[in-house]
C-alpha cells in the first residue's frame, strides 16, 4: 500500500497574513531643504515663498516624500508647515523625517485601514521571511491590530510557527 501525503498546513483553519502586501508601491523621495538655505545656514522668507511659488510641484504626484534639513542651519517650523501645503495635493504622503519615518507612516496607514473584524476568531499566522524587508514596527503595529479579535497569533509560516498569543478560553 502506498503512503499519501497528506498536507495538513493546506487543510489547517490557519489564515495567513503577509505584510509584504502592504508595503506602498508608490516611489519614496527626500526633500532636503538645505537646497533652500542662504549660505547654507538660513532660510530667507522672501527667496523661499518664491521658490514655492515657482517650483514644479507636480513632480512629486503620487509620491511619497520624506521632508528633511541635512544642514546644521535655523529653519522656522512654518517653511516645513509651507512645503505641506503645497505637497498635500501632490504626492500621495509627506512626512516630516526621514525614509525610515515615512515608510513607518506608510504602514501605519495601512494596517489602520485593515477590518479587523474579518480576522474574528482566526488563527493568524503573521508571514515572517519574505522577499522584501518589512520593519519590526509593523509587526508591532499588527500585532495592537489584530490582538483584540484573534483566537491566535502566530509568527513565521504555516509549517513552522512561533506561538505568540492565544486568547484564554473564557
Known sequence: MEDILINRVAQSA????????????????V??????????????EKDFREFIKTHDWAQYAGQNVAIICSADAIVPTWAYMLLASKLQSHAHRYVFGNLEALEQELFQEAIAGIDAEQYRDAKLVIKGCGEKP??????????????PVAASIMYGEPCSTVPLYKRPKA
Open 14 to 29: 490557519l489564515t495567513t497574513l503577509n505584510l509584504e502586501e502592504f508595503i506602498h508601491p508608490g516611489e519614496r523621495v
Open 134 to 147: 518589512v520593519p519590526t514596527y509593523a509587526y508591532v503595529a499588527i500585532m495592537q491590530k489584530l490582538l
Open 31 to 44: 526633500y532636503d531643504i538645505k537646497d533652500n538655505l542662504f549660505h547654507g545656514l538660513m532660510l530667507r
